[in-house]
């Protein structure tokens, strides 16, 4: 797939000395949403942390617009045009919810002013001067995500964004999901709740033991609905 | 005369001024030393010879380049965070990610050369070096003679204090500063070149020193093992305050000197170790300082 935005080839990483990553290929479109299935310990996590070189030894190919990705230092990945929304969603407790907000610094034009933000997130707003982790869980994760839509990054990477919240909170976080897609942001989604994925993702690709086992359309899920519950263990 | 607990009112004032004093180079050395150790997780032995350094720089400046005090107050600081740098950039930096205790032996290491050299070419007596004519002489307070060098002494450290402090908590490079002392590797991962803030953040705190450096210079004498003689009171300060905790470090600072003052006048024979004594106290209570946050 040679018109692919971000291009991931033949990826191996490690971590220390144990193999983690074997052979990843992974390839999105401008605009698309992708997500990455698979249960605990596949290396869905890995691979996002592999493509933002938090996770330095690595081997393979991994392009974006072209741009070689493997040989920057961690700080030129994301002024590159990558914005990460980590697990555990990494809000800092010695910042206010605004300076969380402010943290990352813009990489490009066309990201959204803090007044948009506030309009999607008003809960953000009425909070902004609290410390950021006193925040409620899906307040996190909403700052979270907020926090790279400022800087204009068109490539946005999600680590399991539902993790641990409500099913109310879930659903606003799908409703963001589908705004951001409209924006024609290209999102690369790490989930293992794929009746929340199906909702947002236009392709699917499913991960084992640091490997892809498969990849298809959103609309073919149900014809794979045996191979994931076997793969995700539901 | 008039007296407060039986001690001669003066006197009771002349110690709480020494121990304010005292205190102000205690809270600018351990706040450069917490800034340090909060982002690099360096432990920064050589933070008295850069303290030395600083002083030496001034009294070079004045007896090499005919340059006074004022222009100093600029210029060591400058001199000696360049110093920082490149001792960052060369050799500090290649410790990241090991025990912090390679940390630690490196700049015990660099304090022992520099103040091997300093001895070696201007020997272990100290050297003069006048206060500026705009500040000698002494104001007179009604109950009491207030030096006025000392007076600015105060003055200076907490405006610089104050300072360093807004800029940590209410700047956007505070803010980066913060973020990256919790999560480095993710401030790096939003963008931010951490490894040049690593660097600031060390050429700033050797810095700080530095000024203090300047600022003890015409109050102490100019002296090879003048920062050997304070670091190891800074230390406790830093450990009582809280490993990082800047507000802890400046606020400690002040009260520490203060009480060592006031040990003088009633208690004299417990004033050297009064500080060691409270740092023993708070690490049974509160490992974690009196500013710290519980690990």
Redesign the interface.
Request: proline fraction near 5%; aromatic fraction near 10%; charged fraction near 15%.
């Given at each position: 797939m040679s018109d692919a935005l971000l291009d991931i080839r033949a990826l191996n990483a490690w971590y220390g000395e144990s193999h983690v990553l074997h052979g990843v290929d992974l390839h999105i479109r401008e605009g698309e949403t992708v997500t990455l299935l698979g249960r605990n310990g596949a290396g869905k996590t890995t691979t996002l942390r592999a493509i933002m070189g938090i996770l330095r030894r690595r081997e393979g190919t991994i392009r974006l617009r072209g741009q070689d990705l493997l040989a920057m230092p961690l700080h030129k990945v994301a002024q590159a045009g990558l914005g990460y929304v980590p697990e555990e969603r990494g809000i800092f407790a010695s910042l206010s919810v605004e300076e969380n907000l402010t943290l990352p610094p813009k990489v490009a034009e066309g990201g959204m002013s803090i007044e948009e933000i506030y309009r999607l997130f008003p809960n953000l707003h009425e909070r902004r001067h609290s410390q950021g982790t006193k925040l409620s869980g899906g307040e996190q994760q909403m700052l979270a995500i907020a926090r790279v839509l400022r800087t204009g990054a068109r490539v946005i990477l999600l680590d399991e964004p539902t993790e641990g919240l409500a099913p109310v909170i879930v659903q606003r976080i799908g409703d963001v999901l589908v705004a951001l897609k409209k924006r024609g942001l290209t999102i690369l989604l790490v989930e293992q709740n794929f009746r929340f994925a199906r909702k947002v993702a236009d392709r699917f690709y499913l991960m084992e033991d640091g490997r892809m086992v498969n990849s298809f359309p959103a609309q073919e899920l149900d014809a794979h609905m045996e191979e994931l519950t076997s793969v995700l263990g539901v | 005369m008039s007296t407060i607990f039986g001690i001669p009112a003066p006197a009771l004032y002349g110690q709480i001024l020494i121990g304010l004093i005292n205190g102000s180079f205690y809270a600018l050395l351990s706040l450069g030393l917490a800034v340090i150790f909060g982002l690099l997780r360096v432990i920064n032995f050589a933070h008295g010879a850069q303290y030395m350094l600083g002083a030496f720089a001034a009294y070079g400046l004045l007896n090499y380049a005919g340059i006074g005090y004022w222009p100093s107050l600029v210029l060591a600081p400058l001199i000696v965070g360049a110093v920082a740098i490149i001792i960052e950039r060369t050799m500090l930096s290649r410790l990241y990610g090991l025990d912090p205790l390679y940390g630690l032996l490196l700049t015990f290491g660099l304090a022992l050369i520099f103040e091997g050299v300093f001895r070696y070419w201007f020997g272990t007596s100290g050297k003069p070096y006048a206060p500026p004519p705009q500040l000698t002489g002494a104001f007179n307070l009604g109950f009491m003679f207030l030096p006025i060098y000392r007076g600015w002494v105060v003055v200076a450290s907490l405006v610089i204090c104050l300072g360093t402090w807004l800029l940590i908590e209410k700047t956007?490079l505070g803010?980066?500063l913060?973020?990256a002392?919790?999560?480095a590797?993710?401030?790096?991962?939003?963008?931010?070149?951490?490894?040049r803030l690593l660097t600031l953040t060390y050429g700033l705190g050797a810095a700080l020193a530095a000024l203090a450096g300047v600022l003890a210079a015409p109050i102490y004498q100019v002296s090879p093992l003048m920062g050997t003689n304070l670091i190891i009171i800074v230390f406790a300060v830093v450990v009582v305050g809280g490993m990082g905790s800047i507000l802890g470090a400046i606020v400690t600072g002040y009260v520490l000197g203060i009480l060592e003052g006031l040990t003088k006048v009633f208690y004299p024979e417990a004033s050297s170790i009064v500080i060691f004594v409270v740092m023993a106290l708070v690490l049974l209570v509160r490992p974690a300082g009196l500013f710290g946050r519980e690990a």
């Open positions: - | 956007r803010a980066y913060r973020a002392t919790e999560n590797t993710l401030v790096q991962a939003f963008g931010v070149n951490v490894p």
